[in-house]
């Protein structure tokens, strides 16, 4: 099966090609996708990857089940210590500059006419990992995004929406994390205060928010 990959660069403009607008999204295979990055981009779609990269950002993942002390009343104060401490010792460090990618979900709904393309409803992918579980997230995204495949390729897509399918697509963004607060660790929503694992957030103007 052929995944597609919307790519979606929330870079400077300059750094786009000419006529492509940040909210277009370009669609290729995911064994393409990196053809289409910057030079020296990484991605990050995978547990391993993005252990690498928070090792290089924090060194090592939280005690966690320290951090929850009591396991009915985790402790709030500990955490938010954890990332006050985490803030001050990342600062400086190279992988902050470097620019990612990350993934999200993707789902194709209406076809739009005058733009060739088809509205895109994207949400975070939810990863888990040694550290924690990992959500990343932008700053900021477009009001709506527009996948504009080839021609023939938006007939073959026009069909399945005709026919009621599904067509799924990882949405690809890139950008660097913003140096303040790149990083912020809370309790897993789903696990609060039960076996103590956590999460490593990705919010606008927080953890992992993308420039």
């Not at 979606?8 to 999204?25: E, H, I, N, Y």
Request: with cysteine.
């Amino acid at each position: 099966m052929t995944v597609l990959v919307g790519l979606l660069f929330t870079l400077p403009c300059s750094v786009l090609a000419a006529g492509t607008p940040p909210s277009q999204l370009l669609l290729t295979t995911m064994q393409d996708i990196e053809l289409f990055l910057p030079q020296g981009t990484r991605l990050l779609r995978d547990p391993v990857e993005i252990e690498q990269f928070l090792e290089e950002l924090d060194g090592a993942p939280p005690d966690w089940p320290e951090i929850h002390g009591n396991h009915e009343h985790p402790d709030d104060e500990s955490l938010f210590a954890l990332n006050r401490e985490r803030d001050r010792l990342r600062a400086g460090r190279p992988a902050l500059s470097r620019w990612i990618t990350f993934l999200w979900e993707g789902l194709l709904s209406t076809y739009v006419p005058e733009d060739l393309g088809f509205l895109v409803a994207v949400g975070p992918e939810m990863i888990a990992t040694t550290w924690g579980v990992v959500r990343f997230k932008p700053a900021s995204l477009p009001a709506e995004l527009i996948a504009v495949p080839a021609p023939r390729v938006r007939k073959f897509l026009q069909a399945k929406l005709a026919r009621g399918e599904d067509v799924r697509l990882a949405v690809a963004m890139t950008g660097r994390v913003v140096p303040n607060e790149a990083l912020i660790y809370d309790f897993a929503h789903e696990d609060r205060g039960h076996t103590g694992q956590g999460a490593v957030l990705a919010a606008p103007g927080r953890a992992g928010a993308m420039e």
